[in-house]
């Protein structure tokens, strides 16, 4: 499993449209095969910070996330929202053990 922790920092005018454009990218990326998990957090002191939780079948898997028209969407749709770039880091799994 490869999983992808991305912190977002949003403007605040755009919480609520990034939120719902988030929602809709983790719906459809759910349904792709390669794709386990994709959690979405909003920080509980700071509503414009956003963390996405991406859990990957394989390495495979990511780089065909970002060839899909709902990931380039939403990439096109939240990057004005954002007050700084996003940053994301690469992590491995080690507990629970197993594909899933």
Not at 11 to 19: G, L, N, Y
Not at 36 to 61: G, H, K, M
Request: glycine share 4%; aromatic share 8%.
């Amino acid at each position: 499993m490869r999983i992808l922790v991305v912190q977002v920092h949003v403007k605040a005018e755009c919480v609520e449209a990034f939120r719902a454009a988030t929602i809709e990218n983790a719906r459809n990326s759910v349904l792709e095969q390669g794709m386990a998990r994709f959690d979405i957090a909003a920080q509980v002191d700071d509503p414009t910070r956003f963390v996405l939780i991406e859990v990957y079948r394989s390495i495979e898997a990511t780089t065909a996330h970002k060839e899909t028209a709902h990931y380039k969407a939403w990439r096109a749709a939240v990057e004005p929202m954002m007050a700084e770039p996003r940053v994301g880091t690469w992590h491995t799994q080690i507990s629970p053990e197993g594909e899933g």
